[in-house]
C-alpha cells in the first residue's frame, strides 16, 4: 500500500473436525487467521467461504458461520461478506486481509544457525479428530483438543513481535514436519529436532500404536520423508510429526537469548523442540 503499510492475504477451506457446527465455525476462523498471525500481520477483514448441501440443516449453517463470527471478532476481524455454493458435504473457510508494516514481515525463511525453535501448541490433532471421524470409544478426553483448536494464536504473534524473530510458520495440513523441512529449505539451513521436547496431545501416542492412522500422517511421509532424518526416534512419534494438524499451534525461531523475553510476553512457558545449525541445509535431523 505504502512504504509504513502493505496488505497480507490468505485464503483455506475445511470440512468438518468436530461434530458441533459452532465450535467448528470458531476452528476454521481461528485456522484461517493463522496465517496472518504467522506473518506477523494483524488481521483486519474476511469473506467466507461455504460449501453446504441442498437440503442440509439451516440450523447447522447458522450456527457453523456464527461460530466463525464470533471468533473473527475476538481477533479484530469483520466479516463482510462471503459466497455459498452447494457440495455434497459442507466445507467452510475464511479468506482474511491483515495489515504489516513491510519491514517487519515474518517469513518462514529467515532462520539462521544457532537459533532455538519453541513450539507453541501440542501436536496430535490430526489423529485425535481420526478417533473421532471413525466414531470409535477410545477413551480419550478430546477436549483440550477442540479448546486447542479453537484458540488464537494471536498471543504467539504478539509475542514474537518483541523479540528479535528470524523466522515463523504455523502448523497445519503438512503437519509439524512438513512445514520445518519447508523452513529448512526456504532458510538454506539444518534443522535438529528432539523428539522427546515435542508436546503432544494426551492419547495420541497410544492412539497411533494402536494403528489408527490418520491419512495425513502418509500424505505427508510422501511428500518429506527424503529430507527428513531420524536417529533412534520411536516408531510412533516417528509417525506423529508428519501428521495433519488442524489450527495448530506456531513454531517460531529466534536467537537463544530472546527466550525469557519470548516466555515473558506470551505468558506461558514454551518447549524449545530444536534449534537451527549450519549442517545438512534442507534437512531436518530427528533426535531422541
Known sequence: MNSECALVYTVDILTPAVSD???????????????????????????????FPNNGDPETLGAMLLGGQKKAEEAGVLTIGGHTFTTKEIKYGLSVIGFIHPDRIITNAGAQAGDIIVLTKPIGIGTMIQ??????????????????????????????RKVVTHAATDITGFGLMGHLVEMAEGSRV??????????????????????????????NQ????????FKDVENDMTQLIFGSETSGGMAIVFPEDQLDNFIHSFGTSVPVIGRITEHDPGKVIVKP
Open 131 to 160: 478417533v473421532m471421524l471413525l466414531d470409535k470409544d477410545a477413551k480419550i478426553e478430546i477436549q483440550p483438543v477442540v479448546d486447542s483448536m479453537k484458540t488464537l494464536n494471536q498471543n504467539a504473534s504478539h509475542a514474537m
Open 222 to 229: 510422501s511428500a518429506f520423508t527424503d529430507k527428513v532424518v
Open 21 to 51: 457446527p459452532f465450535d467448528f465455525g470458531q476452528i476454521v476462523a481461528a485456522n484461517c487467521i493463522s496465517d496472518i498471525y504467522a506473518m506477523g500481520g494483524d488481521p483486519r477483514l474476511a469473506l467466507n467461504i461455504v460449501g
Open 190 to 219: 539444518g534443522i535438529e529436532i528432539y523428539a522427546s521436547k515435542i508436546p503432544v496431545f494426551s492419547g495420541a501416542r497410544d492412539l497411533v500404536k494402536a494403528g489408527i492412522a490418520e491419512p495425513g500422517i502418509a500424505m
